[in-house]
């Protein structure tokens, strides 16, 4: 049975914080009061100890377990994972750094709902095949706790509503986890577009361009057996039956970021285009066995998505996903305004493979290396954290994200990257795929906020830990 349609958890009663959330559900709070009154437990409260616990904890989720144990004050509780290899080591790394071993679920798929019923959690750190993220959220949230949901596409619109509703019931949070959004350079260009160096935004451009031809066709990387790969892991499965932007949050959530969505600005509509599908037949052939079950795939994925967004305040934004052709990795980020404009491309992760031109500032015509305006406009979290010690993969953003979630716990505030956004962006995915299907044609984007992004204000780099 599909995971929404099941029984969810029951509201706990025996602890005071759900006390608390029954009372506001009753009283009918609902966002359009104050956000730091709304949308959060007790905004007046701060907890010195954060319980957390993690579903899901494989090739990404073990690294964010590293993360939290980082984080001052935190107990990791429990740790849900249906393959025992995956949570033995979980509770083993955090038996080895804490002396305490939490407790373990791992015997079913919907074991989670256990845990989330049996422990107190204050928040919950879900990084399972992305089909989990938005129910396992909603979930979490019924069951009392924050939800932290990593990368990934809704599976519908239908859930991201369902994924807003819950947490506007419950005055909970669900944070997408976009390291992307944290990462140096984007911080820093969020900081110059504050102090207006680009003058009036007018156009950006992001994208999600990796060759994972190997792990799509055959779950190379994943552990995924040859056996297994007859009914796909995740990325298999997922390019088999959809077709769309399927990774669209790298991309989109710094430029929503730098572009103020839900901070007086949203998007207003959409418009996607494929390529046909070609890519990973031809490497499937080329480089597996003429028995393989996966030679005969038939990719409903097409090769390369382009998306287009339309803002309210008349900005637009080209996404691209291409994953299925050979290239070198790239975010293809793009910041244009009235005043100036920077670029990356090649070695996305690199600071001189960025240019800049800003109009009276730069030799006229001329493009300039980004890496002095980096140092000159460093995002103040950024220099905190150079300062600090720089700790965690994925260039140091992966443990931001995971603090800027405990300390939004912690404080039982509203997360930096909140529900609204993590249901947007998510949602890029099913839409762009129903304009695919309509023949590439405009499909309005939904307003998650109901028209609360109208005097809501930017929250995202402007808080003292998070």
Excluded at 14 to 31: E, M, P, Q
Excluded at 82 to 108: C, D, F, Q, W
Aim: some cysteine.
């Amino acid at each position: 049975m599909e995971l929404l349609n099941q029984i969810p958890i029951a509201m706990k009663t025996i602890l005071d914080r759900r006390n608390f959330l029954k009372k506001t559900t009753a009283a009918g709070l609902s966002l359009t009061l104050a956000p730091g009154i709304v949308f959060s437990r007790n905004a007046s409260s701060r907890q010195s100890s954060v319980s957390i616990g993690f579903i899901g904890v494989g090739g990404h989720g073990h690294h964010l377990i590293e993360h939290a144990l980082k984080v001052k004050d935190v107990t990791v509780k429990a740790i849900c994972d249906i393959k025992k290899e995956n949570l033995e080591r979980g509770l083993n790394m955090v038996k080895k750094a804490t002396g305490l071993r939490p407790s373990g679920y791992g015997e079913h798929e919907y074991i989670y709902r256990e845990m989330l019923e049996k422990e107190d959690l204050d928040g919950v750190i879900i990084a399972t095949p992305w089909r989990w993220h938005i129910p396992m959220a909603i979930d979490a949230m019924k069951s009392g706790a924050y939800a932290a949901v990593e990368a990934g596409p809704a599976s519908t619109v239908k859930e991201c509503w369902d994924l807003v509703e819950t947490a506007e019931s419950t005055g909970l949070h669900a944070m997408l986890l976009e390291n992307h959004c944290y990462d140096r350079w984007n911080m820093a260009i969020l900081n110059m577009i504050r102090k207006g160096l680009f003058g009036e935004l007018l156009h950006c451009h992001c994208g999600y361009e990796h060759d994972l031809r190997g792990r799509i066709v055959t779950g190379k990387g994943t552990g995924i057996s040859r056996e297994e790969v007859a009914g796909g892991d995740y990325r298999t499965l997922q390019n088999l039956k959809r077709n769309g932007d399927l990774y669209p949050t790298h991309g989109i959530g710094p430029v929503s970021q730098c572009l103020d969505i839900h901070r007086g600005n949203r998007f207003t509509s959409l418009v996607s285009m494929s390529t046909k599908s070609a890519g990973l037949k031809l490497w499937a052939e080329e480089n597996l066995d003429s028995d393989h079950p996966a030679r005969d795939f038939n990719w409903q994925m097409g090769d390369i998505v382009t998306t287009m967004i339309r803002c309210y305040n008349g900005e637009t934004v080209v996404m691209n996903f291409d994953t299925r052709a050979p290239r070198p990795y790239s975010n293809m980020r793009r910041v244009q305004g009235t005043k100036g404009i920077w670029l990356q491309d090649g070695n996305a992760f690199s600071l001189d493979k960025s240019v800049i031109y800003i109009e009276g500032k730069s030799s006229h015509h001329q493009w300039e290396p980004f890496a002095s305006y980096q140092k000159k406009y460093e995002h103040p979290l950024w220099q905190r954290y150079l300062k600090e010690g720089v700790v965690g993969g994925h260039r140091g953003s992966g443990f931001l994200k995971i603090r800027g979630f405990i300390e939004a716990v912690r404080r039982q505030k509203r997360t930096p990257i909140d529900t609204y956004d993590t249901a947007a962006w998510k949602a890029i995915s099913p839409l762009s795929e129903e304009s695919i299907e309509q023949g590439s044609q405009t499909v309005t984007f939904p307003d998650f906020t109901n028209r609360k992004w109208m005097t809501n204000k930017p929250i995202f780099g402007l808080t003292e830990k998070y």
